[in-house]
């Protein structure tokens, strides 16, 4: 997988690099702005771009417009954010475009090489994936009655579908079995009003879509 990195920190991008590296990635490109991003992109056509939300010359939303602008001219590439802090509005801002081939990460919980790997490869293959805090931020910048309506379990399997899991895999990690969470999904389905299939990235960019809703 061709891997595009951004950050204005050289020791955070070479960190990301050296770890994507191990993990099999070829890392065509590293940048240290949005504009050296976007220029690198149209060069070296990555599949995944990974991109830091503030980069010079303001720190505000410099990565942000640079992820827009790379979809706007090579949608097949995938964006993946690296955040310091969980920033609802940006996130609603690349979801408002559309959530497949996006994905949302926190810096500070990128622990698990095979995790970011995996994260990389769903979001290159027009899958999604947010963290849990981005989820739990979305939806209470949502404020949808009908998310009052879900249990705690199902606001749990919620936030986990979003990250691009599998049935197995969720419950894997809340220790119940694959049947528990294929009800708990299809529960969540209903009283959110969406459709309910079992293909993986047609249900988790039915959620995203969902919470990207004004």
Known sequence: MRVAIADDSLLVREGIAALLRRAGCEIVAEAASGEELVRAVDEHRPEVAVVDVRMPPTQTDEGVRA???IRARHPGT???ILSQEVEAGVAMRLLAETPAGLGYLL???VSELDDLAGTLRRVADG???LDPAVVRALLTLRGDARL???SAR???VLAIVAEG???KAIGERLMITPDAVRKHVTSIFGKLD???GEDAHRRILAVLAYLAER
């Open 154 to 156: 199902e606001h749990e």
């Open 127 to 129: 899958g999604s994936a």
């Open 107 to 109: 810096k500070d919980r």
């Open 194 to 196: 969406l459709p309910a």
């Open 148 to 150: 009052d309506g879900l």
């Open 67 to 69: 992820a827009l602008e």
């Open 165 to 167: 899991l599998s049935n």
């Open 78 to 80: 995938g964006i993946v």
